[in-house]
């Protein structure tokens, strides 16, 4: 998560304006599943990893959350948790998400939205937060899924019309960086596969309790473009257990 363009005023700006960065987890396609596998959040401490505008921390905060910290690579990312979603219980900090160094059984969940495909190394990450997660805690996350990562440019196949015909899965198997378009800008984002995912998770010790591919919320099905949601995963979330 090196790359860091939420400090591009230019492309912050246009983040800014997106729905889930103006109505926070209403605005996000996938909340409805993400929050049905959160557990009893009550004199709990958590970590979100790339917490973004810190709308998951404030939702732990009036869930009865202990401490709550985030971390974000974006100064401008921060800015906006301190205005919008600030508490006395939670702590901002500025850094990578791979630099995580808290010490040993810190945190009894560690929550990350929509952030680590942005990482190069998931193994390390996974060894990091294994060291910071209390025995019986709870590592979920979400990322782009290895259906919707694989071919790179994350755009349907269309006719001359315009009209998506199929979404393209190419080099599958071929883990590593690719480079697509997000708001009009050249972001860097790595595949995996859904086996590098799940196996590193289980041979450091971890039990997968749940995995989902998130449909939309059925209420968003009205927005334009939406319904084409529904023809292939574009996010993946996994809940699992430190044994």
């Known amino acids: 998560m090196r790359e860091n363009k939420y400090d591009d005023e230019k492309f912050f700006n246009k983040y800014k304006n997106m729905d889930r960065s103006k109505k ?5 396609g996938e909340w409805h599943e993400l929050k049905k596998i959160l557990p009893d959040l009550k004199n709990k401490t958590l970590l979100d ?3 973004g505008f810190g709308w998951h921390c404030k939702y732990a905060h009036d869930k009865g959350a202990k401490n709550i910290v985030g971390i974000d690579i974006s100064y401008n990312m921060l800015k906006e948790a301190q205005k919008i979603n600030n508490a006395d219980n939670i702590k901002y900090e500025c850094k990578p998400i791979e630099n995580i160094d ?16 942005y990482i190069k190394s998931f193994n390390d990450l996974i060894n ?9 805690g709870y590592f979920i996350f979400s990322v782009e899924h290895p259906i919707f990562t694989a071919e790179g440019n994350e755009e349907w196949i269309t006719d001359e019309y315009d009209n998506n015909l199929h979404w393209p899965v190419d080099n599958y198997f071929d883990e590593g ?10 972001v860097s984002k790595y595949h995996r596969t859904m086996t590098t995912y799940l196996n590193t998770l289980i041979n450091k010790n971890f039990e997968i309790i749940n995995i989902i591919e998130p449909k939309p919320d059925p209420d968003m099905l009205s927005i334009p473009g939406m319904k084409d949601e529904l023809r292939r995963p ?5 809940k699992a257990l430190k044994k």
Do not use: P, Q, W
Not at 24 to 28: C, E, P, R, V, W
Not at 234 to 238: E, G, R, T, V, W
């Open 24 to 28: 926070g987890l209403a605005g996000a």
């Open 49 to 51: 990893l790339g917490c």
């Open 102 to 117: 808290y010490e040993k059984e810190s945190f009894d969940i560690v929550l990350s939205s929509l952030a680590i495909h």
């Open 128 to 136: 990091n937060v294994y060291n910071v997660l209390k025995t019986g």
């Open 177 to 186: 960086i690719r480079t697509t378009k997000f708001l009009g800008e050249e």
């Open 234 to 238: 574009m996010m993946l979330i996994i």
